[in-house]
């Protein structure tokens, strides 16, 4: 009876039930840097595995030692061998073990060197999204989007990094390690994806109210659906112009911030809206992009994004608003 006793208390325990959801919750894999699909996330992989079977080893040695000392009859040894005991194990020991560890992981620290042919695609970190430019080798000048970047699979790309606001850091687990952006400074990741499919990207810097919020699609496309992809997206976006969508964006001024290729608009104040359609989320990675979804950002983007810049449209009817989205959602 006693032991069944336990057994209740221990289901009705609110802190054991607490720990173990959080611990299930942490089992998600969309970020975890252990399911990688690049190169370099591989390795960094690679160099934890090492590095904490050092600092395991590191933590045997001292239990060992400190059980030594518990257990040892008094006398058993003498005050000379205790200090050679301490020295080689506890510092020379260690010592060695991470100087070995250290030198294993210098040669993976050094910068990884771009190409002169390798794709350009620079990053600028906005409160609380992502300006895309994609600068490919050749001819054909610069592309932009925005809160979602398409790479090949296998082919190196040269991310550069930079901010217009505060500090902000681009993290991809799967595919290589964080790196920061940082006002007026242009810092540059070499990256290669091993397998196509689609992942999640984060800052992982807080950048303000809506930074748990600021997240983007990374796609790894196959190498020539990755080309059509790009040469189809430089001949601008269509849709349908004549129709009541697009007559209330040019009436509402949506234009003044946000551009379209192959329209008069070509602000760069927010977000590049080009080939809006294709794009899988909403918001910088935090809703699906219903129609319903979008006309609700428009009337009230600080309601789905708190400290978003965007001014809200509370004058729009759902209905106006529901036209402005059709009209987004048929730029392809």
């Known amino acids: 009876m006693r032991r069944e006793r336990g057994d209740a208390g221990a289901m009705r325990n609110p802190w054991l039930w607490m720990t173990i959801l959080l611990g299930l919750g942490a089992c998600n894999a969309e970020q975890s840097t252990l399911h990688v699909f690049g190169a370099e996330a591989r390795e960094v992989r690679r160099m934890a595995g090492i590095l904490a079977t050092g600092a395991i080893l590191i933590v045997a040695i001292m239990a060992a030692l400190y059980v030594r000392a518990v257990r040892a009859p008094e006398g058993a040894l003498s005050h ?7 020295l080689w194990l506890g510092a020379i020991g260690p010592a060695l073990i991470l100087t070995a560890l250290l030198l294993y992981a210098l040669p993976a620290m050094r910068p990884r060197t771009a190409g002169p042919d390798d794709l350009v695609v620079r990053v600028d970190g906005e409160q609380f999204w992502w ?22 699979v296998g082919r190196p790309v040269v991310f550069e990094l930079t901010a217009q606001d505060v500090i902000h850091s681009f993290w991809i687990p799967g595919l290589a390690g964080k790196m920061d952006m940082i006002p007026g400074r242009i810092n540059r990741l070499v990256v290669r994806a091993e397998k196509p499919g689609r992942f999640r990207g984060v800052c992982a810097e807080f950048c303000g109210l809506s930074h748990a919020l600021m997240a983007f699609d990374v796609i790894v496309m196959e190498g020539p659906a990755f080309d059509a992809w790009l040469d189809r997206s430089r001949g601008g976006s269509k849709g349908a112009r004549a129709s009541m969508g697009a007559a209330l964006f040019d009436a509402q001024g949506c234009g003044g911030c946000h551009a379209v290729r192959g329209t008069p608009y070509d602000a760069t104040i927010g977000p590049d ?3 809006f359609g294709e794009r899988r989320t909403l918001g910088a990675g935090i809703l699906p992009p219903t129609l319903d979804n979008i006309a609700a950002f428009i009337r009230a983007p600080q309601a789905a994004k708190p400290g978003a810049r965007m001014p809200a449209y509370p004058q729009l009817s759902v209905g106006q608003a529901r036209a402005i989205a059709l009209y987004l959602k048929g730029l392809q």
């Open 131 to 152: 300006r895309i430019a994609y600068r490919p080798a050749g001819a054909g000048g610069e592309l932009r989007s925005a809160n979602e970047v398409r790479i090949p």
């Open 273 to 275: 809206l080009s080939r």
């Open 80 to 86: 000379q061998g205790g200090m050679r005991l301490v």
